[in-house]
């Protein structure tokens, strides 16, 4: 195996790896940006308030993008087996 192709192996693994974080993240970024006006607005400052729901929505996030992330990390699979199938072997 040459180092391009373990070099594209990285670079394909890295950009799975945003993808399948990329909706859970996405929600934690919203809902803490609107707990945090929430609680400026209030001036509540209690830590179980950002955390909870922040923790339901990143649950629900991962629950709700899941089939789409299993099918990713599934292609990125079959790809990834079957570039090492076509690797020859040492004599």
Same mark, same amino acid.
Request: proline residues 7%; negative net charge.
């Given at each position: *195996?040459?180092?391009? &192709?373990?070099?594209?192996?990285?670079?394909? =693994?890295?950009?799975?790896? *945003?993808? !399948?974080?990329?909706? #859970? *993240?996405?929600?934690?970024? +919203?809902? @803490?940006?609107?707990?945090?006006?929430? &609680?400026?607005?209030? &001036?509540? &400052?209690?830590?179980? +308030?950002? $955390? !909870?729901?922040?923790?339901?929505? !990143?649950?629900? =996030?991962? +629950?709700? =993008? *899941?089939?789409?992330?299993?099918? +990713?990390?599934? #292609? $990125?699979?079959? #790809?990834? $087996?079957?570039?090492?199938? @076509? !690797?020859?072997?040492?004599?």
């Amino acid at each position: *195996m040459s180092p391009d &192709q373990i070099l594209d192996i990285g670079r394909e =693994a890295i950009w799975v790896t *945003m993808l !399948v974080g990329a909706p #859970s *993240m996405a929600c934690a970024l +919203v809902l @803490g940006l609107a707990i945090a006006i929430l &609680q400026a607005l209030t &001036q509540v &400052q209690e830590a179980t +308030v950002a $955390f !909870v729901p922040k923790l339901l929505g !990143v649950a629900l =996030a991962l +629950v709700l =993008a *899941m089939p789409w992330s299993l099918e +990713v990390l599934r #292609s $990125f699979t079959v #790809s990834l $087996f079957g570039r090492i199938a @076509g !690797v020859p072997s040492l004599p």
